[in-house]
């Protein structure tokens, strides 16, 4: 315990220092002769419906309706370049007289690079990760599984940033905190988000690779795809955090947009919750997939 305790206190002081070492960098901007800020984003909001009455194959009445919206405000100097972006969604299923939730999330970006070159830059990189409503285990189950920041997870690195060009960017840090938080342990399983028993936070210092692939491939059709990776130092450096996002935007007109959305987890760290034939319930490790594909109205500003 005494140890852990030391290696938490190692990791807030080296959070302290990349906080200073941003402040540092910030101050550098400030002799930027060329700044600009460019800001915009996206909301959209996607329904589907589908009725039964006497249809002797079967099948379940069902409504869903998901809401989403994509914010970012980027700054560019000819010394250094800040980039942020702000993700929201939340979606609920009616399946006959269940409801369900069928999509939530809330992500924060934000990298802050100082120029050593062209396309290459000294960084600072975070990000914020948690959902808006509460979750169960199964549907119409009372065991909860999350809530607004219960599980939420924080990313703090320091690193090279690569611009290879105008679709593809890689950043490496060999120095990142990652910090996850379960706010309400009496009710939701610390355990199960490898929190310590009685615990509401976990500290982890490792290395961090993210790849952003951000393209038009054809006209109308536009891909946004991540790959991020993490390696803890002080417990298993072999376990590797995966998290893949991809989405896929079919532009139909200037107003109805389809998108198509997967996404994969592994965090050996994370239990997920199982039920075999008998209707046994057993925590084990495994991968996350999340698989959402929605058509409605679009508008971008």
Known sequence: MKMLKMQIARIKKLFLLSVLF????????????????????????????AAYSNWVAGGQNTVAVNFGTRLFLNYKGD???????????YGKIKVGSEVRKSDDEIIFNTLYSKRLSEKTGLAVNGNFRTQFDRGFELPGDSILISEFMAPAFTLFSLGIDHKANDFFHVFISPLTMKWTHVGNIEKINPESYGLSPGSKNRYELGAYLRLNFDKDLF???YLSSSLELFSNYLNRPQNIDVNSLSKLNLKINKYITTVFTFQLIYDYDILISKTDDQGNSTLTRGVQLREIWNIGLSYDF
Not at 38 to 49: D, K, T, V, Y
Request: glycine share 8%; aromatic share 8%; hydrophobic share 45%.
């Open 79 to 89: 010394k250094s370049n800040w980039a942020n972006e702000f993700n929201l969604a």
């Open 22 to 49: 941003l402040a540092a960098l910030s101050l550098g901007a400030q002799s930027d002769t060329m700044r600009s800020w460019e800001h915009g984003g996206n909301a959209h909001m996607m329904i589907s419906q």
């Open 219 to 221: 006209e109308n059709v």
